[in-house]
Nanobody, 125 residues
Framework: QVQLVESGGGLVQAGGSLRLSCAAS????????MGWFRQAPGKEREFVAC???????YYADSVKGRFTVSRDNDKNTVFLQISSLKPEDTAVYYC???????????????????WGQGTLVTVSS
């Protein structure tokens, strides 16, 4: 049984930073692409970033240069360092794992096999 547990969300002022973590269990973590999505109030869930099993990274245009995704395969954990936060970054941030081993993750989330429960990030102006 795959479990993804996010942590690190909270309330932060605009311009601040947070580090989100997602601890995974249940499968060989290093074989799977890990991703982050977010859902703002009243909006659809959107892709933020992902990191492949080979540590290749991809970002949504809206977060490039401000967010950094990384992984620690020894700790079965994926991270999202979010900096220069803006009020429009306010959202629930979800961790995701690809369905299949070595499978890329697209921005529509169709390749996602498992989701975390989400962690709320609130950015005040």
């Amino acid at each position: 049984q795959v479990q993804l547990v996010e942590s690190g969300g909270g309330l932060v002022q605009a311009g601040g930073s947070l580090r989100l973590s997602c601890a995974a269990s249940g499968r060989t973590f290093s074989d799977y692409t890990m991703g982050w999505f977010r859902q703002a109030p009243g909006k659809e869930r959107e892709f933020v970033a992902c990191i492949s099993s080979s540590a290749a990274t991809y970002y949504a245009d809206s977060v490039k240069g401000r967010f950094t995704v990384s992984r620690d395969n020894d700790k079965n954990t994926v991270f999202l360092q979010i900096s220069s936060l803006k009020p429009e970054d306010t959202a629930v941030y979800y961790c995701a794992q690809s369905k299949d081993r070595f499978q890329p993750m697209g921005s529509l989330g169709r390749e996602v096999g498992f989701w975390g429960q989400g962690t709320l990030v609130t950015v005040s102006s």
